[in-house]
């Protein structure tokens, strides 16, 4: 976790030195069933243990359901976001939609983006292939059943945004958490 750490600004080493416009150091996005209960929680521990205020939802959310108005407040009062991109990280839409809100902020604002590829290639994210292409096959097919022209509209909207965040995402420099 020390690897990680090292890329945060030494302005964010102690919550004593914490900015009063943010409320969290580091927002964690993450996919809970594949990392919860493992990488994930070292990972928060270790940010904590270091002094950085880490924001860690702690609730499974369902696909489909737009972000909660605390989990976008979180995103958008955090210095830095560290995305850990899993397996299954893609077939959630909540997860898509942290990452859309993490870049623009990250353009917008200049909030500091770690990814973290945990079991899984950068060029898989990048060119949503092998489980990122299954899971946006999926979401196509549920957008090709959409009945409904403007959701179906929404949604189509929606992935455009969700494939140009994976690619950007894994363009930026990352680190590779396989076997650990």
């Known amino acids: 976790m020390v690897v990680l750490t090292e890329h945060l600004p030494g302005s964010l080493t102690s919550s004593s030195t914490h900015d009063l416009a943010y409320s969290y150091d580091v927002f964690l996005s993450f996919r809970g069933a594949d990392t919860r209960n493992r990488f994930t929680d070292h990972l928060y521990n270790a940010l904590l243990d270091a002094g950085f205020i880490t924001f860690l939802d702690d609730e499974e959310i369902e696909t489909g359901e737009p972000l909660k108005p605390e989990l976008e407040s979180a995103i958008k009062s955090s210095r830095a976001s560290i995305i850990v991109l899993s397996k299954n990280y ?6 898509l939609d942290e990452l859309v809100l993490i870049l623009e902020q990250k353009r917008n604002f200049n909030q500091i983006v770690i990814p973290v590829f945990y079991d899984v290639e950068p060029t898989d994210v990048r060119k ?5 292409g299954e899971a946006m096959a999926k979401h196509k097919q549920r957008l090709e059943r959409e009945s409904y022209a403007e959701k179906r509209r929404q949604l189509a909207e929606k992935m455009e945004s969700w494939k140009r965040a994976l690619t950007q995402v894994a363009d930026l420099k990352g680190k590779d958490a396989k076997d650990r």
Do not use: D, E, K, V
């Open 128 to 132: 949503q292939q092998s489980s990122f």
């Open 90 to 95: 893609a077939s959630s839409t909540w997860c």
